[in-house]
């Protein structure tokens, strides 16, 4: 089993910066893919950004130029630096890891508990 613990989440003026930290335990081995999604209510959850353990990364249009992934192996940590925040994007924030086929199908995955980020205007 895998374990993920997130924090970071908090309040924000538009314009400011929050960093979303995303903690892995357990048997994490074999997992090759982490990434962040956000929800709000009454609309799906949506894929903000991703990165591979080839460090290979992917965002949505939406946050281009103002979020960055990483991650830090030593640690089993990742994180979402989010800058230049806008109202849009609060949500609540969830860490996913797991592991991707080389043919790019989900084996498995895990999920964070959420964190709520708030963006005011």
């Known amino acids: 089993q895998v374990q993920l613990v997130e924090s970071g989440g908090g309040l924000a003026q538009a314009g400011g910066s929050l960093r979303l930290s995303c903690a892995a335990s357990?048997?994490?081995?074999?997992?090759?893919?982490m990434g962040w999604y956000r929800q709000v209510p009454g609309k799906q959850r949506e894929l903000v950004a991703a990165?591979?353990?080839?460090?290979?990364?992917n965002y949505a249009d939406s946050v281009k130029g103002r979020f960055t992934i990483s991650r830090d192996n030593a640690k089993n940590t990742f994180y979402l630096q989010m800058n230049s925040l806008k109202p849009d994007d609060t949500a609540v924030y969830y860490c996913?890891?797991?592991?991707?086929?080389?043919?790019?199908?989900?084996?498995?995955?895990?999920w964070g508990q959420g964190t709520q980020v708030t963006v005011s205007s």
């Open positions: 357990g048997i994490i081995s074999s997992i090759n893919a």
């Open positions: 996913n890891v797991g592991r991707i086929s080389p043919a790019g199908w989900g084996i498995y995955d895990y």
């Open positions: 990165i591979t353990s080839g460090g290979s990364t």
